[in-house]
């Protein structure tokens, strides 16, 4: 159930470890050049919440970019993820979330319960030693201390991503 999970994981590591170390920069929340990588399930796109967690990241995070993965200038690049390796979330952790210095901010679903991709986002920011911070649906920002459970099968995410938030 868990194996192409694991394997994108292992990927994405390699490739993330590789790429950011290469970087050599120190994450700091501090550093206006700093970006800060929203990662969020594909239900919460285009959505009033959406935009209301991002003002909210906006002013808790004011002196960081904040990079939207749902943004039109990313289509490109995740379609051809798709079309050539069959997941485009190789894309997001390859080429998008290497400039994210200042870490990562996640939200799971209203249930606590984690996407797949969500979760793979949050450990390979983890794994590189950046900061990951999580959001929930009002708004909340906590500081990732202790990695969180929950994480959903592919096939349980399915349910829930093709569903209202």
């Known amino acids: 159930m868990y194996k192409k999970l694991v394997m994108l994981l292992f990927l994405a590591m390699l490739t993330i470890g590789n790429v950011w170390a290469a970087e050599n920069v120190a994450a700091t929340v501090e550093d206006p050049s700093s970006c800060l990588y929203f990662a ?4 919460t796109y285009n959505t009033a919440l959406e935009k209301k967690l991002l003002e909210r990241i906006r002013q808790k ?5 904040i990079l939207n993965p749902n943004e039109p200038q990313y289509s490109e690049g995740w379609g051809r993820y798709q ?3 069959g997941n485009p ?5 390859a080429e998008l979330m290497p400039s994210c210095t200042g870490g990562v901010i ?3 679903y209203r249930n606590g319960r984690w996407s797949p991709g969500v979760y793979l986002e949050m450990m390979v920011t983890y794994v590189a030693d950046r900061p990951v911070w999580t959001i929930n649906a009002t708004g ?3 500081k990732v201390k202790r990695f969180p459970s929950g994480l959903l099968s ?3 995410n399915r349910t829930y991503a093709h569903r209202p938030y």
């Not at 969020?40 to 239900?43: A, I, L, S, T």
């Not at 995070?61 to 970019?65: G, K, S």
């Open 106 to 108: 996640a939200l799971p």
């Open 83 to 85: 079309k050539q390796l």
């Open 89 to 93: 979330m190789i894309y997001f952790i």
């Open 154 to 156: 592919i096939k349980e």
């Open 61 to 65: 995070f004011p002196t960081m970019r």
């Open 40 to 43: 969020h399930p594909v239900n």
């Open 140 to 142: 909340r920002i906590r």
